[in-house]
Structure formats: structure tokens, C-alpha cells
């Protein structure tokens, strides 16, 4: 069954609304003032936390082979692990992992 116009605009325009006031609540708000020790010390984690929860799935259960692990992508991983761990550089982790995955689909074909 598929929604009526009406209700599609009604889901766009709240959620175009609610991403506002989330947004403002951080910029509007506080934009203006010196934020805390304690939680500028808790924002240098943020990326540390979200890169791991959106790459992750995409390693363990990518959608290109139905949800099974594939060895490319798991070698991938743990090269960009190793890399970024031994060098601590985010773009040559990024690299080396590219071209591991790249590299090995390659090779098999």
C-alpha cells in the first residue's frame, strides 16, 4: 500500500522540523558560549565511536553478497586495523585498506 501525498509532506516537513531544532539545540543555543572541559573531552570521542558503527556492518554483513562475511573485505578491515594502529594516520589506513580490497577482489577475479 502506498502512503498518500499528503502523509509523505507531513513525514518531510516534521522531520525536516525536528533536524532543525536538534541542530539549533547545539549551534543556537550553545553556538555562542565556551563549552565544558568534561564534555569537549567526551566530543573528541564521537568519530572514534561512529566510524566503527557505520563501517562494521558493511565488513560482517555486506548487502553485495546477501550478509555472508567475504575474505576480502575482512582482510581489508584488519589491514586498515593494523595500518592505522602501527602508523596512527587515518588516510593511510584508508589507503591501505582500499587497496587491499581492491587488490584482492582483483586477484580472484
Known amino acids: 500500500m502506498m502512503p498518500d501525498n499528503s502523509t509523505i509532506w507531513i513525514v518531510i516537513v516534521g522531520l525536516g522540523i525536528g533536524t532543525y531544532l536538534i541542530r539549533f539545540s547545539f549551534l543556537g543555543l550553545i553556538g555562542g558560549r565556551p563549552l565544558p572541559e568534561w564534555l569537549l573531552r567526551h566530543l573528541r570521542y564521537v ?6 558503527a557505520l563501517i562494521t556492518p558493511l565488513v560482517i554483513w555486506p548487502q553485495a553478497t546477501g550478509g555472508e562475511p567475504e575474505p576480502s573485505r575482512l582482510l581489508a578491515a584488519l589491514v586498515v586495523l593494523v595500518v592505522g594502529v602501527w602508523w596512527n594516520n587515518v588516510i593511510a589506513a584508508i589507503a591501505a585498506g582500499m587497496m587491499t580490497l581492491y587488490g584482492v577482489q582483483f586477484i580472484l577475479g
Do not use: M, Y
Open 47 to 52: 568519530a572514534v565511536g561512529v566510524l566503527p
